[in-house]
């Protein structure tokens, strides 16, 4: 956000709500506090994530996941808004508000304005790259880039204003796709330190004293690195 940042938002699981930091402001502007008053009265309400009926066209499999309605949202609740399309909603909605209410692209003076749609990152790495809910979340993007470009036509006026898209990173197909394709599977962690303790054993010998535990346990130690110590 840089050191002269007016605000500097970002959403609380701890709060319930949009914070910000000291170095930036005292408080939340109140058009965030409405934004966050909305948001607790909408976890109130049982509410399901279900696909775009673009997805149902395509004749996909649909999938449901329930937020059921509480009155003080748990940290697993709030797990599963933040891994869903719910919390990409209220992003886009707190970037309308931020146009509307500080009067962003009304002078001479260039504005900027920053988002971080963190949701596709989250449901990628929850549900897969090439899940429904990855496709659906995308889709989603797309509607409510359109209806926000809308809203800058209309407040700062079309060709007043420059939108930059970037990307965060790519992702490989979650292993049990892949495997039918490309012979592809999974290893888990515990498998994959017990083929590298063997693997240095067999190429350096026993780890060097005072540690008589395994290279991977004697680096962790900080007795050194096999490279290090050979």
Same mark, same amino acid.
């Given at each position: 956000?840089?050191? %002269?940042?007016?605000?500097?938002?970002?959403?609380?699981?701890?709060?319930?709500?949009?914070?910000?930091?000291?170095?930036?402001? %005292?408080?939340?502007?109140?058009?965030?506090? %409405?934004?966050?008053? #909305?948001?607790?009265?909408?976890?109130?309400?049982?509410?399901?994530?279900?696909?775009?009926?673009?997805?149902?066209?395509?004749?996909?499999?649909?999938?449901?996941?329930?937020?059921? %309605?509480?009155?003080?949202?748990?940290?697993?609740?709030?797990?599963?808004?933040?891994?869903?399309?719910?919390?990409?909603?209220?992003?886009?909605?707190?970037?309308?508000?931020?146009?509307?209410?500080?009067?962003? !692209?009304?002078?001479?003076?260039?504005?900027?304005?920053?988002?971080?749609?963190?949701?596709?990152?989250?449901?990628?790495?929850?549900? *897969?790259?090439?899940?429904?809910?990855?496709?659906?979340?995308?889709?989603?993007?797309?509607?409510?880039?359109?209806?926000?470009?809308?809203?800058?036509?209309?407040?700062?006026?079309? !060709?007043?204003?420059?939108?930059?898209?970037?990307?965060?990173?790519?992702?490989?197909?979650?292993?049990?796709?892949?495997?039918? #394709?490309?012979?592809?599977?999974?290893?888990?962690?515990?498998?994959? !330190?017990?083929?590298?303790?063997?693997?240095?054993?067999?190429?350096? *010998?026993?780890?060097?004293?005072?540690?008589?535990?395994?290279?991977?346990?004697?680096?962790?130690?900080?007795? *050194?690195?096999?490279?290090?110590?050979?």
């Amino acid at each position: 956000a840089g050191k %002269r940042a007016r605000h500097a938002l970002w959403f609380s699981p701890k709060e319930l709500g949009w914070v910000t930091s000291q170095a930036y402001a %005292r408080k939340v502007p109140r058009w965030a506090e %409405r934004l966050t008053t #909305a948001q607790r009265e909408l976890w109130k309400k049982a509410r399901t994530w279900r696909p775009l009926d673009e997805i149902a066209r395509r004749g996909a499999a649909a999938f449901r996941h329930l937020l059921p %309605r509480v009155k003080k949202p748990t940290a697993e609740h709030m797990e599963s808004w933040a891994y869903s399309a719910f919390s990409q909603e209220a992003l886009f909605a707190l970037a309308t508000e931020a146009i509307r209410d500080e009067d962003l !692209g009304k002078d001479d003076i260039p504005d900027l304005l920053v988002l971080s749609v963190s949701t596709v990152d989250l449901v990628g790495h929850k549900y *897969g790259q090439g899940s429904l809910e990855s496709l659906d979340v995308q889709l989603r993007i797309d509607d409510e880039l359109s209806r926000f470009l809308a809203v800058l036509d209309k407040r700062v006026g079309r !060709g007043r204003y420059t939108v930059a898209l970037s990307s965060d990173h790519g992702a490989a197909r979650v292993p049990e796709r892949a495997a039918a #394709a490309d012979g592809a599977g999974r290893l888990a962690a515990k498998e994959l !330190g017990e083929l590298a303790r063997t693997t240095l054993a067999q190429l350096l *010998g026993p780890a060097p004293a005072p540690s008589d535990t395994p290279w991977l346990e004697a680096y962790d130690a900080g007795v *050194g690195s096999p490279l290090e110590l050979k």
